[in-house]
């Protein structure tokens, strides 16, 4: 093989660029074939297969480089941010020896890539490639070199490693596990690659599998978990975890819909826990990933190690989306004996999920017996003020500023999902930070599509004491009567300060509606509600649901 197409690979072995043929590593021909790769022991994954791409056209090669990159990339930012900025917005032009060019739709998004984005997508290409490359951004005709980046001085060995002349190929399960190295590049390579020193064993992997689990994110504390009637009584037993974990509440489960706090609230107990007492051994996993783990343990025959780590290695469980093992039969036998174990022994064990226990089809009625033992408490859908409140702290924790009337707009717009919120919020700030304008409400409503939806304009103080009155099975006239009965009384006071939260009404004629009262009583019964509402979570409770009723 000559100089200059040892200097070319890898991409001179998995691209066409070069019309003279290229010679073919052996087993590379044996992967067109899956019997004779069968016969080799040699897996035909998709990964392996697509990486021979000799017989593929160039357009496909990159449409499946551009592929895996993106996935990388997606992984690395959130799905969400993703989806709002960069999905189909990106695509591979060309690719050389050390340098990597991507075709950008808009300028917009160039620019944002440029400025926040592009360290995250260096990693995403040095985990699809095996190293890192000099990207050339296009937008048209207009062109932009990044900073080259150094590659990294070491690698961890994975499944095989391939050393040939000019090139090394590390291959694992999947294209994110398989890494090349060019050696004119990599002068160290070799030496890496024979060190025993990076060659991990089979239990290394899994004190390092076992290490990953602990890692939470710093930024999910209970100091900016902002707290509503909504979710207060979720807040509260959270925090009573965190400061007597295994004794409070041995065991928690939290229940809500998607994007309203769960997975907050369990890195919060554990930063707080770790905080506390860091020789606390915190497991915080998906439900899906335990479920992987205990599929691998069965297939390579370690499930009593599996069932070891958890039982004698964990002093505080914490499984997210726990409803994700229904149907799993092997799965609910393994988590049935972790729990029993780890209950037995005084552990705390937490778990969230997007449904009450009784109400998970597919899962055993010891498995659910189990989950409801302890504490379990739900968080609702925040009211208005929780959702002003949130969209406020989360601008300042990222230095945007939005005037009042758009965080109000957004806020009684955007009513299910807190992530939503939350990605609404950072399209504004990148539009304003981007383009160096002010954020408007009429700005806002063209750059995320919003219409003001509130109903409150259209909330009557005899629309909120109806809803009332339904709500406490009390008639309506009572809630109008001069009656002091205690429910009465309760309920006349809620009606009064939702009438004066939602619709703004005067102290006078919320008092003229609810019995001809001044306004000092109207007053009253406004503090009175506020004060419960940080203490009585029943009272919460009702006001949550009455909101969603008049919503």
Not at 251 to 278: C, E, F, P
Not at 417 to 429: K, V
């Amino acid at each position: 093989m000559s100089d200059k197409k040892d200097s070319n690979f890898i991409f001179s072995h998995f691209f066409n660029l070069e019309n003279s043929k290229t010679e073919i590593d052996p087993f590379q021909e044996q992967l067109k074939s899956p019997v004779a790769a069968e016969k080799s022991n040699r897996p035909t994954n998709k990964v392996q297969v697509s990486i021979n791409m000799q017989d593929q056209s160039d357009s496909d090669e990159l449409s499946l480089l551009n592929e895996e990159i993106c996935s990388q990339f997606k992984a690395s930012i959130g799905e969400q941010k993703f989806n709002t900025y960069f999905k189909g917005m990106l695509s591979i032009q060309s690719i050389g020896n050390s340098e990597l060019s991507f075709n950008i739709s808009t300028p917009f998004i160039k620019k944002m890539l440029e400025n926040h984005y592009l360290e995250q997508l260096n990693h995403s290409i040095e985990n699809t490639l095996g190293k890192r490359f000099q990207i050339i951004l296009r937008t048209g005709n207009v062109e932009t070199v990044a900073a080259p980046s150094i590659p990294n001085s070491s690698f961890a060995h994975n499944e095989r490693i391939e050393s040939h002349d000019s090139y090394t190929v590390t291959r694992g399960a999947s294209v994110q596990d398989t890494r090349f190295f060019i050696n004119d590049i990599r002068p160290d390579t070799q030496d890496v690659i024979n060190s025993p020193e990076n060659f991990i064993s089979n239990s290394q992997q899994e004190d390092i599998a076992g290490a990953m689990l602990t890692q939470f994110d710093p930024q999910k504390t209970f100091d900016n978990f902002i707290v509503g009637p909504s979710n207060n009584m979720a807040h509260a037993a959270c925090s009573a975890v965190a400061e007597s974990p295994g004794k409070v509440y041995p065991s928690l489960y939290i229940y809500s819909s998607s994007g309203l706090g769960k997975t907050h609230l369990l890195h919060a107990i554990a930063n707080q826990i770790n905080k506390i007492s860091s020789s606390k051994r915190i497991c915080l996993i998906s439900a899906n990933d335990f479920i992987k783990e205990m599929v691998k343990a069965f297939r390579e025959r370690t499930i009593d190690n599996f069932r070891q780590r958890y039982t004698d290695q964990v002093d505080i469980l914490m499984i997210d989306d726990i409803h994700e093992i229904k149907g799993k039969e092997s799965t609910q036998n393994e988590f049935f004996n972790i729990f029993n174990e780890l209950h037995g022994k005084g552990k705390q064990l937490i778990f969230t999920s997007d449904k009450m226990p009784k109400d998970i089809d597919g899962i055993e009625e010891r498995v659910r017996t189990r989950l409801s033992w302890g504490l379990v408490v739900d968080i609702q859908q925040p009211d208005l003020e929780t959702r002003i409140a949130i969209l406020k702290h989360k601008a300042i924790a990222q230095d945007i500023y939005l005037p009042d009337d758009v965080i109000n707009l957004m806020a009684s717009s955007i009513k299910d999902n807190i992530r939503e919120l939350e990605g609404s919020l950072i399209r504004l700030g990148a539009y304003s930070s981007l383009l160096n304008v002010d954020i408007d409400i009429e700005t806002a409503r063209e750059q995320l599509k919003l219409d003001d939806i509130s109903n409150i304009s259209s909330i009557t103080m005899d629309n909120i004491a109806k809803t009332v009155a339904t709500h406490f099975k009390i008639p309506l006239a009572d809630i109008r009567s001069k009656s002091r009965q205690k429910e009465v009384t309760l309920a006349r006071h809620i009606a009064m300060y939702l009438s004066y939260k939602l619709i703004k009404e005067t102290l006078t004629e919320i008092g003229k509606y609810f019995g001809k009262r001044d306004h000092t009583s109207v007053l009253h019964a406004i503090h009175k509600i506020k004060r419960n509402l940080k203490n009585d979570a029943k009272i919460s409770q009702a006001i949550v649901e009455i909101e969603n009723d008049l919503n």
